[in-house]
């Protein structure tokens, strides 16, 4: 792009951005130096990551469209239609590149290593047999076929359920000449089976159920001619409405939508690419699809089902080394007491390189601790299983008041947290759903102590979710104080989360909606004035997604000025860097590697006071306005001192996971001809060892 067209659209777009990051995701499965189980495991993850970009982005898109929404955008200045067929190319691009690498790199260099999804065209008569058995056993009882004629619509197809498509001949026992028939494939069934060695011939065989199902689909139709047996996949809308104004039970209201997510508007058809173009165009007018929402795939239709392979085959030397997450010095003791170590100091914990075992060790601490009046929390995401659940349980049996705000609307976990809150409320916790329009997203533990000197409040902030499986592999910054004027930012934001009344000034936490997103650009915009004064300005930040216009406009302002600034920005950037006159002191990169790059740092050189805040925030406009988020900052100079080393400047001086942000948007991967350095690698070898801090 040139520099003139760059200048006329100061912002790239979202939808695309997002597909930048799948491609440098896809790039660590093309990296013949990653472990070959992991390549396989990147594979999978963009397409998981796909599903989702379709479920909430391209239906985003198709619902401006129906909408008719013609007008370009003003930031990035296309319409939807020309984003919808942005995105099509794009996606083919990086779905011929998964299938190429799949195909012709990873499955056979598996093979080579005793592990292999059989086809049907290599089977055996030994495997044959044992498949036809496996077959009749636990596959055929399950199956419905539906042949599909007046009295048999086409049937309701699951949001990415595998099915298939088969083309007929002939007339059946009732003289019907039935041309086409589903069969779907219940979710009960395992989508890959393990071989017995004696069978596969290998160490590790496996079969897809597809590949079941097709041997044996003629079976499914006695006395019809098949001529054609196809896989397809739809994708919908998974996105849940819910009418604030329609709405008396927000629990009850969303047990109802979770129902029919499963069913909502179609985005994309996945099928296999033998699938006839008859049966295509058929299967797309079911779905009132167009030809571009069409998917064709060299194999089968649904790679995040190859996700379970790394983790049933004891294979550690295809897999990443394993590593032991240290502890900080204060908690090396384990009859240490929790409370003096945090009251002697506020103290550090940098996840997954550090256990998250301090968090929950806190709070089991607090179940147990008479002295320990009230646990309050927030809760996004936990998962289904929970220990930090569990000891909110047990804290309330002991007689804490225990206050849980629980976010029902956390995307793709809104069952699991409406079945937590039933099991909450049961032993007396005070559940509530944070503000109606306003999710939750902000990570906060508080603990009321009577101390011997009097009521204090020990709390933790967190850049992460309070999710024990994630904390071991995203990169997450937690604090643990018992900072007095902290601690009554805190219990303020829970009153006005729990209650009603006017916001009120806090003294160190910057709050979403409120003063979020003004102090963020107060403190840029300061950084821009001391440039132009002629003194120090210096701006870096840490997040996954940066895409709030009006902050970006500050940046480029800044840029302009003078600011040194550097963007370490996992996934979507809207802001385009290093563009003549406009940001040419901005450097944006990207850090994708064995770890989830995750927490959120701010850094202000605020005239040599040199401001340093953690947030739950990315530079969004609905982390800003939409959600209720903190940013707080870290007050020990010794901590933020760590935070400046181990959250920036180590992914700053990456030169092996770092891809930096082109002017148009492109990435281009850093690379050195000095020592190789990664930040997730240097971590991992000085935070893990014992007694490190």
């Not at 498949?131 to 199956?143: C, D, K, Q, R, S």
């Not at 065989?205 to 079976?219: D, N, P, R, W």
């Not at 010095?329 to 009859?335: I, V």
Request: glycine content about 6%; some cysteine; aromatic content about 8%.
């Amino acid at each position: 792009m040139s520099q003139d067209a760059v200048h006329n659209v100061t912002f790239i777009n979202r939808e695309l951005s997002l597909l930048q990051f799948q491609r440098r995701v896809l790039a660590q499965a093309a990296d013949a130096e990653m472990p070959l189980l992991e390549r396989l495991r990147f594979l999978c993850i963009v397409s998981s990551n796909l599903d989702e970009f379709f479920e909430v982005r391209v239906a985003g898109v198709k619902e401006r469209i129906r909408l008719g929404v013609i007008e370009p955008d003003p930031e990035d200045g296309m319409t939807p239609a020309q984003l919808l067929a942005e995105i099509s190319v794009s996606v083919h691009q990086i779905i011929a590149e998964q299938y190429r690498l799949l195909n012709d790199e990873i499955l056979p260099a598996l093979e080579q290593q005793g592990i292999a999804v059989l086809r049907r065209d290599r089977w055996s008569d030994a495997l044959r047999a044992w498949v036809t058995g496996y077959f009749e056993h636990e596959v055929a009882p399950v199956l419905t076929p539906i042949g599909l004629d007046p009295a048999h619509p086409f049937p309701r197809v699951l949001n990415k359920s595998l099915n298939f498509a088969v083309e007929l001949s002939g007339e059946d026992a009732f003289g019907r000449d039935t041309r086409a028939a589903i069969v779907q494939a219940p979710r009960a069934l395992p989508r890959i089976i393990p071989v017995p060695p004696e069978i596969s011939g290998i160490d590790h065989g496996f079969i897809f159920l597809s590949s079941v199902v097709h041997a044996h689909v003629g079976a499914l139709f006695p006395g019809m001619s098949v001529l054609g047996c196809y896989q397809f996949r739809v994708t919908r809308n998974s996105d849940l409405f819910v009418d604030e104004e329609e709405v008396t039970d927000l629990r009850t209201t969303l047990k109802g939508e979770l129902q029919q997510r499963h069913y909502g508007d179609s985005v994309r058809l996945e099928v296999a690419d033998n699938c006839s173009q008859t049966m295509a165009d058929f299967l797309l007018r079911q779905f009132n699809l167009a030809e571009g929402d069409l998917y064709r795939t060299p194999g089968i239709v649904n790679l995040v089902r190859l996700m379970q392979l790394p983790d049933r085959i004891d294979r550690p030397d295809l897999t990443f080394p394993p590593y032991q997450p240290g502890l900080p010095a204060e908690f090396q003791d384990a009859k240490q007491d929790l409370f003096s170590v945090i009251r002697a100091r506020d103290v550090l914990l940098h996840h997954p390189y550090q256990r998250f075992a301090p968090v929950i060790n806190l709070l089991r601490a607090a179940a147990d601790d008479p002295a320990v009046l009230a646990v309050k929390m927030t809760v996004y995401r936990t998962g289904s299983e929970s220990i930090l659940m569990e000891h909110l349980i047990r804290a309330a049996q002991k007689g804490k008041e225990v206050t849980v705000v629980l976010e029902l609307m956390a995307r793709f976990d809104e069952e699991a947290n409406i079945n937590w809150a039933s099991r909450l409320e049961e032993v007396g916790v005070h559940v509530v759903y944070g503000v109606f329009g306003f999710k939750t997203h902000a990570k906060l533990l508080m603990l009321v102590r009577r101390d011997d000197d009097g009521l204090r409040r020990y709390v933790h902030l967190g850049t992460g979710n309070y999710h024990p499986r994630t904390t071991a592999f995203y990169t997450d910054f937690g604090l643990l104080t018992s900072n007095a004027a902290i601690g009554e930012d805190v219990a303020e934001l829970f009153k006005q989360i729990t209650g009603v009344g006017k916001a009120t000034q806090l003294t160190h936490l910057w709050q979403a909606p409120f003063a979020l997103h003004a102090n963020v650009l107060a403190h840029i915009r300061a950084e821009a004035a001391a440039a132009r004064a002629g003194r120090k300005a210096r701006i870096m930040a840490k997040m996954n997604a940066l895409l709030e216009s009006e902050v970006i406009e500050a940046l480029y302002d800044a840029s302009q000025a003078g600011v040194d600034i550097d963007l370490i920005v996992r996934g979507p950037c809207a802001l385009r860097p290093g563009v003549e006159g406009l940001s040419d002191n901005i450097r944006v990169r990207s850090i994708v590697g064995r770890f989830l790059e995750h927490h959120r740092i701010f850094f202000f050189h605020a005239d040599g006071e040199e401001k340093m805040y953690l947030s739950s925030a990315d530079w969004m406009d609905r982390n800003f306005f939409r959600r209720i988020e903190v940013a707080f900052p870290v007050l020990d100079p010794r901590l933020k001192r760590r935070v400046m080393k181990e959250g920036l400047r180590a992914y700053l001086n990456d030169n092996c996971m770092a891809w930096e942000m082109l002017p148009d948007g492109q990435y281009r991967r850093k690379t050195s001809r000095g020592p190789r350095r990664s930040a997730q690698q240097s971590l991992m070898a000085e935070l893990t060892g014992q007694g490190k801090r």
